[in-house]
T-cell receptor, first 114, second 111 residues
Framework: DTEVTQTPKHLVMGMTNKKSLKCEQHMGHRAMYWYKQKAKKPPELMFVYSYEKLSINESVPSRFSPECPNSSLLNLHLHALQPEDSALYLC?????????????FGDGTRLSIL | KQEVTQIPAALSVPEGENLVLNCSFTDSAIYNLQWFRQDPGKGLTSLLLIQSSQREQTSGRLNASLDKSSGRSTLYIAASQPGDSATYLCAVSRSGSRLTFGEGTQLTVNP
């Protein structure tokens, strides 16, 4: 079992739908991340939140909208996605400023866009 | 721009063999280096993290080394088991937040 919990595990949606991905951690980490991973490729960073504020946006299209309502929760709101957005979406968390602490990943949400 | 390369891309070995996975990076100004394991359809599991000031870390049958000046790291797996079959990813961090990943090594350990 991972310490970062992502829901749902699988999501199928049409291009006109609106849906949200949810991520939760209770390790007291103040940095949280969204990654996108295509098949047989490494994860690509999308967003970073530090102390509940957006600190990094890797030029992600506006159809992806992140939200960090509190220090334990991270959401990714999806709207008008394209078929090429089908991928595994991974959430991660870590301590801030700790050189010896790794990022902890959830098991991801497998997203399919019809 | 940091680039991370992992060799080999795929490796198949018989059970019990000792093996080495390689990772190289172009910018030696790193914060730390991490080795992850990913099983099919799953997230990443952190195996070992080496701070920039360290030379190696060990956990059970795993040993990771870091030579920052030459931009290289190795992951040594002793007495491999079928349960070790997975994709192994190397990632370097310059700032502690942004990880740059290699393409991974897909390991198969045959019984």
């Amino acid at each position: 079992d991972t310490e970062v919990t992502q829901t749902p595990k699988h999501l199928v949606m049409g291009m006109t739908n609106k849906k949200s991905l949810k991520c939760e951690q209770h390790m007291g980490h103040r940095a949280m991340y969204w990654y996108k991973q295509k098949a047989k490729k490494p994860p690509e960073l999308m967003f970073v939140y530090s102390y509940e504020k957006l600190s990094i946006n890797e030029s992600v299209p506006s159809r992806f909208s992140p939200e960090c309502p509190n220090s334990s929760l991270l959401n990714l709101h999806l709207h008008a996605l394209q078929p090429e957005d089908s991928a595994l979406y991974l959430c991660a968390s870590s301590q801030i400023g700790a050189r010896n602490q790794p990022q902890h990943f959830g098991d991801g949400t497998r997203l399919s866009i019809l | 721009k940091q680039e991370v390369t992992q060799i080999p891309a795929a490796l198949s070995v018989p059970e019990g063999e000792n093996l080495v996975l390689n990772c190289s990076f172009t910018d030696s100004a790193i914060y730390n280096l991490q080795w992850f394991r990913q099983d099919p359809g799953k997230g990443l599991t952190s195996l070992l993290l080496i701070q920039s000031s360290q030379r190696e870390q060990t956990s059970g049958r795993l040993n990771a080394s870091l030579d920052k000046s030459s931009g290289r790291s190795t992951l040594y797996i002793a007495a491999s088991q079928p349960g070790d079959s997975a994709t192994y990813l190397c990632a370097v961090s310059r700032s502690g937040s942004r990880l740059t990943f290699g393409e991974g090594t897909q390991l198969t350990v045959n019984p």
